[in-house]
């Protein structure tokens, strides 16, 4: 699919009244951790959604308010404000706003009529699973607050990752969907023993780039759900011309991509769901969701993820502060054993997004057979575009169980249909549409 410098714009475009921005907005997103907002009355954060300047606060009953930052009095910002008796109030003149904006007081202002008449302008939240989530559509399309196993196991079992980066999310979500990246972008972590030339498996359980086989060149298959679209990448060790040997089994990672930008990434013992919320055109915040059937041990995820040293991303402030002024964080020596000099996974992918620039021009690629599921993505995404604008729901917003979504790995037996191995989405398989490797349009 070649994309012109039209398509580009609005694929990558998310502000309000964009095409794209709409679409986004037709799904509920998460925006910040339950642990930003950490009680009742706390202080409030700002939040940037969407191009959109925002505030979030947790009111004394405990529940999540999101606003839009500016004070709609004369636009002071509200996240100077106090937070007490289930509302915010503004510094200025002390105007009280309860958490789905209703005008609680006026100080300056006793006309009681002008407080019922007006409502400061704010947004459908809702908390699960450490989250916080929003939904800034339109009033008569709220879609059903969508389930996934992550929110059913206790917060032990689950830890989550915020990156903020500086580029466009489709860099991230093309990248996300891309198989053929993962055995060589984290050649340290799916093909350990790479520089000698002796393959051996990882064992780590929460490594997510693990692969049983050597073969970067995955054969890939996809279709069209209801949710999205699945793919399979096959790969199989000492293939001939690339040529399957059709009387051996073949690794296959089974990976669903639920729209708008949320991918699963599967470990032998935990889950990654991933979510690429786009904060403006060129900002974009990662959310890795990790979980389990077991306590999941956050320090070495955080290490296995290379997030751990604090020149280049914290807690704190969740900021990927890699970039050209530091050398992207790159150890140039370390690459005579190492394959990127990077220090984790989803350093090296933060990477891959930031040195692409803000906004991937993406009419000067060359796309090959690989690159199938990413211009998926893009064909998705300009047809939930389309939908909308001609007053129909976006592509799987309505897909609200979203409990068996997991990508996996699995064996493939010579003859068998990957698809009989899927254990979600059985009647979205039926409208599906298949693609083959050799097309990428
Ligand atoms: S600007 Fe907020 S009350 Fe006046
Ligand atoms: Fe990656």
């Not at 298959?221 to 011309?241: C, I, K, P």
């Not at 990127?340 to 009419?363: H, K, N, W």
């Amino acid at each position: 699919m070649m994309v012109t410098a039209a398509e580009n714009k609005k694929l990558c475009e998310v502000g309000s009244g964009t095409p794209m921005g709409a679409v986004m907005r037709r799904y509920w997103m998460p925006f910040a951790l339950s642990s930003d907002l950490p009680e009742p009355d706390c202080r409030p954060i700002r939040i940037r959604l969407f191009g959109e300047n925002l505030v979030a606060f947790r009111n004394s009953d405990g529940q999540v308010g999101l606003l839009e930052e500016m004070c709609m009095h004369r636009g002071v910002s509200l996240a100077l404000g106090r937070v007490e008796d289930n509302g915010i109030r503004c510094l200025y003149h002390g105007w009280k706003f309860g958490a789905d904006g209703t005008i609680q007081e006026t100080p300056n202002h006793c006309d009681a009529r002008f407080k019922a008449r007006m409502k400061a302008p704010a947004y459908k939240t809702h908390e699960a699973g450490g989250m916080l989530w929003a939904y800034l559509g339109p009033q008569d399309r709220v879609p059903p607050f969508r389930h996934f196993a992550f929110i059913d196991v206790p917060d032990s079992h689950r830890t989550i990752f915020r990156v903020v980066q500086r580029c466009n999310y489709l860099q991230l979500v093309e990248q996300g969907s891309d198989s053929s990246h993962v055995g060589i972008l984290h050649s340290d972590n799916a093909r350990p023993g790479w520089l000698e030339k002796t393959f051996t498996p990882s064992a780590d359980t929460m490594n997510p780039a693990a692969f049983a086989v050597e073969d970067n060149a995955p054969a890939m298959e996809l279709e069209d759900t209801e949710y999205g679209f699945q793919y399979v990448a096959f790969r199989q060790s000492d293939r001939v011309d690339g040529k399957f040997d059709e009387t051996r089994e073949r690794h296959a990672r089974v990976y669903p991509f639920l729209m708008p930008t949320i991918r699963f990434i599967p470990a032998p013992k935990v889950l990654f769901t991933v979510f690429e919320v786009p904060m403006d055109d060129t900002t974009t915040a990662t959310f890795f969701v990790i979980h389990g059937e077991q306590p999941v041990d956050r320090g070495h995820l955080k290490r296995l993820l290379g997030l751990n040293d604090p020149r280049y991303w914290s807690d704190e402030d969740n900021e990927f502060r890699a970039n050209w002024s530091n050398g992207m964080g790159q150890d140039r020596d370390k690459m005579k054993v190492h394959w990127t000099g990077l220090p984790g996974v989803a350093f090296e992918d933060a990477v891959m997004g930031v040195a692409a620039g803000s906004i991937a021009d993406r009419t000067r690629e060359h796309l090959v057979a690989a690159d199938v599921s990413v211009a998926r993505v893009r064909k998705l995404l300009l047809g939930a575009a389309d939908d909308v604008a001609a007053g129909h729901d976006a592509r799987g917003a309505n897909y609200a169980d979203c409990t068996d979504l997991a990508a996996f790995d699995t064996l493939v037996a010579p003859g068998v249909d990957w698809r009989s191995l899927i254990p979600f989405g059985a009647t979205a398989r039926q409208q599906g549409e298949v693609a083959n490797a050799a097309s990428v349009d």
